[in-house]
């Protein structure tokens, strides 16, 4: 639009229609792979997410597993649990760390992603205005000329 050429004493533009074409298909390409790739994020997040609890309920079965080994052998009902809390809880604060880390993730990702949408949807609202803006004038234009081919020649 900034390379258009002026419209004589009006504020419009003339586009060039291969161009603005061009345009929409480019971004008719464009979405729909911005939205493939929020999508595989969104997998990716899920993933990451089903890891995250798989590795935490193998930890804790390992830790029950040593507790019970524990009380096995030593007998000792207290340090067996002690070991099994902290087992549990060190597993929980990886299994959050992970969740956390695949949140952030996908929010940085999905965020531009929004702001690429954003962007390419602001495009077309202005396009369509303008395009809008033209056919207004055009029209306002056509009815003026009628408007003075139909006056009365003797008001003249």
């Not at 202005?126 to 003797?154: F, H, M, T, Y």
């Amino acid at each position: 639009m900034n390379k258009s050429r002026r419209v004589p004493l009006t504020s419009g533009i003339i586009v060039n229609r291969d161009e603005c074409l061009e345009i929409i298909d480019q971004m008719r390409i464009t979405i729909p792979q911005q939205i493939e790739e929020a999508i595989q994020i969104k997998e990716e997040r899920e993933q990451l997410l089903s890891l995250g609890r798989e590795e935490a309920k193998r930890l804790i079965e390992q830790a029950r597993e040593q507790a019970d080994h524990v009380l096995d052998e030593q007998g000792l009902l207290e340090q067996a649990q002690e070991r099994s809390a902290g087992i549990v809880q060190e597993a929980q604060r990886q299994a959050d760390e992970t969740m956390a880390g695949a949140d952030e993730y996908a929010i940085s990702v999905l965020g531009r992603l929004e702001d690429q949408l954003i962007a390419v949807q602001t495009t077309i609202r202005n396009g369509l205005d303008i395009l809008q803006q033209d056919d207004r004038r055009r029209r306002g234009i056509r009815d003026a000329s009628r408007e003075e081919s139909e006056v009365d020649p003797e008001t003249r």
